[in-house]
């Protein structure tokens, strides 16, 4: 499949060997990073793309959750023009902060005050910090396989690039071992933090069970819970919170709520984010010259506004789990071991069968056949996150780029199937 690949692709090498001389290993975000080399792609509209080779491909990858408007889409292109005839970066307030904040704190139960930030890495990595200043204790729990940005990542192994903080490391979905570890930890811990469902940790939802387990652990030992819904707010109007009733403390978000430009948020009650009120004797201070950049806030508003209304985000996420449904349906007609898990719009392919409830169960599976699975879509002129088998949905995906999907899949296993076993 490689060699396929390679054949097929020389200009996304011309595109890598260049970048090469002066970026590492040609790249400049890990995630995306694949050998022989990743695909360079030169334009987009709607949900398709086209590469430097002229292949074109139905994007399913949408910017790892962020493209949920779809590439140029006009309402965001309108919203961002008329702040170029405005001019940008003005060095001070405008009235688009608070606009988008509001639309935030309605959305979002915990959200009653909001800071912006310029990526979800941020979010989250404020929100430990001022979690860990509010509570005056030094660790973090988190769990195993949890990606909350380039700063705060959950492993087995210490990651050095981590932010110099105590970390605890549970096991996703464990309710019996995060409740020791939370009571063993309690008088150190400063917060939990989690993916209501594991997005980058391949699309695994947390049992309801266990969520409110970590409720009712946290407040019980004065922990503050952060949701880190960067992915997840998108699962219905109101987030994960919304959806299963358990809120958070602190809740980040990033991806998409920039309406596809660089975004971050944190919020949470008044109580705790009133820390960073500049008006206060001992308010902690929380800057960035581009936390209210015009672009941002303007699009953001126009997507939430204009197209990720709460009806949409009900349609999206409804048409999510139909796709799901038929896949899942595909594989168990083909008898093969393979399963889409996830919610709504946003799922993951596993080459196992059997209940996935954490990323360890999800390790069992041959990786090399996620690898293939990568090539083989991309090859039909699918494009499913590199590596992850990731998948989502974006608004102007239709029904029959969805079919057509079900299609590739199926085609994929029968070309396949004495792998997948
Ligand atoms: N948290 C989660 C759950 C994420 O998926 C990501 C990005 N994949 C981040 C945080 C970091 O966001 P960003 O890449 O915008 O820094």
Redesign the pocket.
């Known amino acids: 499949a490689k060699v396929r690949y390679a054949s097929a692709n020389p200009e996304s090498r011309k595109v890598h060997e260049t970048a090469l001389k002066v970026l590492p290993g040609g790249n400049t975000r890990s995630?995306i990073f694949y050998d022989p080399y990743p695909i360079a792609f030169e334009r987009g509209q709607d949900v398709r793309l086209w590469d430097a080779d002229g292949h074109e491909y139905c994007d399913f990858v949408c910017e790892?959750?962020?493209g949920i408007y779809g590439h140029s889409n006009p309402v965001i292109r309108e919203a961002v023009t008329r702040r170029l005839d405005l001019g940008w970066s003005l060095g001070g307030h405008s009235s688009l902060e608070a606009e988008l904040a509001r639309i935030f704190s309605d959305r979002f139960p915990s959200m009653e005050r909001v800071r912006f930030v310029?990526?979800?890495?941020?979010?989250?990595t404020f929100s430990v910090q001022l979690a860990r200043a509010v509570t005056n204790r030094p660790a973090v729990l988190g769990f195993d396989g949890?990606?909350?940005?380039?700063f705060?990542a959950f492993a087995t192994k210490p990651n050095p690039m981590n932010v110099p903080f105590e970390m605890i490391t549970g096991i996703y979905n464990d309710m019996e071992g995060s409740a020791a570890l939370i009571d063993r930890n309690a008088s150190r811990l400063a917060c939990v933090i989690l993916?209501p469902m594991?997005?980058?940790g391949r699309c695994i939802p947390a049992t309801r069970e266990f969520l409110s387990m970590l409720r009712e652990k946290t407040r019980q030992h004065g922990i503050l819970l952060i949701f880190?819904?960067?992915?997840?707010s998108r699962l219905s109007p109101g987030g994960i919170q919304t959806l299963t009733g358990v809120i958070p403390d602190l809740t980040?978000l990033?991806?998409y709520i920039g309406g596809g430009f660089?975004?971050?948020a944190f919020g949470g009650p008044a109580e705790i984010m009133d820390r960073l009120d500049p008006r206060r004797s001992d308010a902690l201070g929380h800057s960035g010259t581009f936390n209210n950049n015009v672009f941002t806030l303007s699009a953001g508003i126009a997507g939430f506004k204009r197209l990720y209304t709460p009806d949409a985000a009900d349609k999206l996420n409804a048409r999510g789990e139909a796709l799901r449904r038929r896949l899942n349906q595909a594989i168990e007609d083909a008898g093969v071991a393979m399963q889409f898990t996830g919610y709504g719009s946003m799922m993951s392919a596993h080459m196992r069968s059997g209940t996935i409830r954490s990323p360890g169960d999800a390790a069992h599976a041959n990786p090399r056949l996620r690898e293939l699975f990568y090539f083989d879509m991309l090859a039909q002129g699918f494009y499913v996150s590199p590596m992850r088998a990731f998948v989502n949905l974006a608004l102007p995906h239709s029904d029959a780029d969805c079919e057509a999907l079900v299609t590739a899949v199926k085609e994929f296993i029968s070309s396949r199937r004495s792998l997948l076993t």
């Open positions: 995630a790892m959750t962020a310029n990526s979800g890495t941020e979010a989250t949890g990606y909350h940005g380039g705060l993916e594991m997005g980058g880190d819904e960067v992915m997840t980040s990033g991806k660089s975004a971050g």
